[in-house]
């Protein structure tokens, strides 16, 4: 069965940082587009980094860029958010996703994947 677990979220400051960790089973890594999408109160929910299993590279929204890595761990099957420079619009619940056939060629993140974990929430705030 495949899961999605994510861990990391809290309440920081703005301009701080926070990873976020996503402990995945059931399935493996390389076989899956891997995605994590946030969804934040009154918008729109938006894909904001991601991994492509066709090309192997990694895409972030123009909203992160620059702020946000997103990575694997293969041995460990965990998928990880590294959050640097937060700033209060980045507040939101944060999931963590893949699809074994989603094809992610650049052009930014999709925000619809087949599977997802529970989310966890993030909130930036002074």
Do not use: H
Not at 48 to 69: E, L, M, P, Q
Not at 96 to 116: F, K, N, S, T
């Amino acid at each position: 069965q495949l899961q999605l677990v994510e861990s990391g979220g809290g309440l920081v400051q703005p301009g701080g940082s926070l990873r976020l960790s996503c402990a995945t089973s059931g399935f493996t890594l390389d076989d899956y587009a891997i995605g994590w999408v946030r969804q934040a109160p009154g918008k729109e929910r938006e894909g904001v980094s991601c991994i492509s299993k066709t090309d192997g590279n990694t895409y972030s929204a123009d909203s992160v860029k620059g702020r946000f890595t997103i990575s694997k761990d293969d041995a460990t099957n965990t998928v990880y958010l590294q959050m640097n420079s937060l700033k209060p619009e980045d507040t939101g619940v944060y999931y963590c996703a893949a699809d074994e056939y989603l094809v992610i060629l650049g052009g930014g993140c999709p925000r619809a994947y087949d599977y997802w974990g529970q989310g966890t929430q993030v909130t930036v705030s002074s």
